[in-house]
């Protein structure tokens, strides 16, 4: 029927051959490997979930942070603090820009 079927791609017995599609130099008793195509779909879609892992994390992370200098704002001795405060959420500000940088560029 001309159908086009991609070669079996099995692990070789000897590791520095890769894949193979013939069964006599393959691995005893080890499962069809899937093929490239899907293993860089795999491949992508696990780097897109542990992106969204660790922005998930940095955002728990950073809301707390933001609570906890809230908090301070509200003590009675904010006001001796206030500009040091300030300070401390501009370089959170910044913090976060950089991590969600990081975050980003590790998954490319």
Same mark, same amino acid.
């Given at each position: ?9 099995? &692990? ?6 890769? #894949? ?20 860089? +779909? &795999?491949?992508? $879609? =696990?780097?897109?979930?542990? $992106?969204?892992? =660790? ?6 992370? #950073?809301?707390?942070? +933001?609570?906890? &200098?809230?908090?301070?704002?509200? $003590?009675? #001795? ?7 405060? +300030? ?12 991590? +969600?940088?990081?975050? $980003?560029?590790?998954?490319?």
């Amino acid at each position: 029927m001309g159908g086009c079927t991609e070669p079996a791609r099995l &692990l070789a017995a000897r590791s520095e051959f890769g #894949y193979t599609d013939r069964m006599d130099r393959a691995l005893r008793d080890e499962p069809e490997a899937v093929s490239p195509a899907e293993q860089r +779909r &795999l491949t992508k $879609q =696990a780097g897109l979930d542990a $992106q969204a892992r =660790a922005r998930q994390d940095w955002d728990g992370h #950073y809301q707390r942070l +933001r609570l906890e &200098l809230a908090d301070l704002h509200g $003590q009675a #001795y904010a006001k001796a603090l206030g500009s040091e405060l +300030r300070l401390m959420e501009r370089h959170l500000a910044k913090l976060d820009r950089l991590v +969600r940088l990081a975050i $980003q560029s590790a998954s490319v």
